[in-house]
């Protein structure tokens, strides 16, 4: 590749190209989670993704075994159209009704958050990372979720595994040298 050719960004692909995906990702017991996705499940698979300013939440039932991970891009949008699952605002209400769908309770449920870096920002305390790990701290505070890990902020990305067999997560940072 070019040194000067643009990179491929799963961020800027229409939902209806991103789903084509999401079929393909799928394979065997991994499930690959794209910008602007949610997904919740009761089999013991492995979730991931990668985060950079985006940020990730892991909603797990250690009664259940059960849980789901989304994964947004912007704090606040739109609630409805194609892409309103890129918005935490959506995006957190969104996982956590479909881990409850699966049979999961609130009182259950434990929370992990991911992403947030600000690789280019000079005011860590107001950029976007910072906003999007805010809000889910926020969410998860109102529904009584508590909060057990937490790998956020930073100038990094990283590669998040949630493995919904035991709620564990695998993370893997990556230096802006070899991004």
């Not at 309103?84 to 009182?107: M, S, T």
């Not at 958050?113 to 976007?128: E, P, Q, R, T, V």
Request: aromatic share 8%; with cysteine; charged share 20%.
């Amino acid at each position: 590749m070019k040194e000067n050719s643009p990179k491929f960004n799963p961020a800027m692909l229409p939902t209806e190209v991103m789903k084509t995906y999401e079929v393909a990702e799928r394979t065997g017991s991994r499930h690959f989670l794209y910008p602007g996705q949610v997904f919740a499940t009761p089999d013991p698979i492995v979730i991931s993704t990668i985060l950079g300013s985006c940020a990730a939440v892991c909603l797990w039932d250690r009664r259940k075994r059960a849980g789901g991970m989304n994964h947004y891009l912007l704090p606040d949008g739109a609630t409805d159209g194609p892409n309103r699952l890129r918005y935490g605002n959506v995006a957190n209400p969104e996982l956590l009704k479909q881990v409850l769908a699966l049979g999961c309770e609130v009182k259950n449920l434990q929370a992990k958050i991911f992403g947030g870096s600000s690789a280019f920002s000079a005011d860590l305390s107001n950029s976007l990372g910072t906003r999007n790990i805010d809000l889910a701290e926020n969410f998860l505070r109102s529904a009584g979720i508590p909060v057990v890990e937490r790998d956020v902020s930073g100038k990094h990305g990283r590669r998040l595994l949630f493995q919904i067999e035991d709620g564990l997560t695998t993370i893997k940072s990556f230096d802006q040298a070899s991004v």
